[in-house]
T-cell receptor
Framework: NAGVMQNPRHLVRRRGQEARLRCSPM?????VYWYRQLPEEGLKFMVY????????ESGMPKERFSAEFPKEGPSILRIQQVVRGDSAAYFC???????????????FGNGTRLTVT | TQLLEQSPQFLSIQEGENLTVYCNSS?????LQWYRQEPGEGPVLLVT?????EVKKLKRLTFQFGDARKDSSLHITAAQPGDTGLYLC???????????FGSGTKLNVKP
């Protein structure tokens, strides 16, 4: 029973490079959420995806950031032309179905810590 | 955007002490979840509360949901070093497209 798998755990990029963060949801889960966390802070919602569809991307910066969840393979959060302010921990969570707020809690991965030098 | 306020922001106590942390909002919660996050890991769900006035117990943890569903508390009895972590409350938006998280209470229990 593998949990939510994120890789890499740590990623170092120079300013201007691209960062690709991968998330494999729990088996049977078709809903994926990406959150960002700065040190000593809570999680900020970025995007909610189902297979092949972006449902809600209201928390995602309009430029440089994109996300996908293809029919096959992991969900990808892509950050182009990274800047120092992108340094943070990025967490992926999955749930099995449309959440009713009660019976479908979020299952989180252990995050990717992005450092931009 | 739902704004969740958690207090205190930091808490450092000795093993064996009791503590309470709080989560408040100016709006009514549809439902509320409490998570614990340990350093280097993702948050793990502790409990979901739905009904105003609800009380749930998880071993030494007691969760209360305010009657008006605008506040919640987490009480830990006889804290242990293993309770150390970041405690986060989260509320589902009414369309359940996202969960809004508070900024958390960072708890340190010293042996």
């Amino acid at each position: 029973n593998a949990g939510v798998m994120q890789n890499p755990r740590h990623l170092v990029r120079r300013r201007g490079q691209e960062a690709r963060l991968r998330c494999s949801p729990m088996k049977g889960h078709s809903h994926v959420y990406w959150y960002r966390q700065l040190p000593e802070e809570g999680l900020k919602f970025m995007v909610y995806l189902q297979k092949e569809n972006i449902i809600d991307e209201s928390g995602m910066p309009k430029e440089r950031f994109s996300a996908e969840f293809p029919k096959e393979g992991p969900s990808i959060l892509r950050i182009q032309q990274v800047v120092r302010g992108d340094s943070a921990a990025y967490f992926c969570a999955s749930s099995p179905r449309w959440r009713d707020g009660v019976n479908s809690p979020l299952h989180f991965g252990n995050g990717t810590r992005l450092t931009v030098t | 955007t739902q704004l969740l306020e958690q207090s205190p922001q930091f808490l450092s106590i000795q093993e064996g002490e009791n503590l309470t942390v709080y989560c408040n909002s100016s709006s009514v919660f549809s439902s509320l979840q409490w998570y614990r996050q340990e350093p280097g890991e993702g948050p793990v769900l502790l409990v979901t509360v739905v009904t105003g006035g609800e009380v749930k117990k998880l071993k030494r943890l007691t969760f209360q949901f305010g009657d008006a569903r605008k506040d919640s508390s987490l009480h830990i009895t006889a804290a242990q070093p293993g309770d150390t972590g970041l405690y986060l409350c989260a509320e589902a938006g009414y369309n359940f497209n996202k969960f809004y998280f508070g900024s958390g209470t960072k708890l340190n229990v010293k042996p």
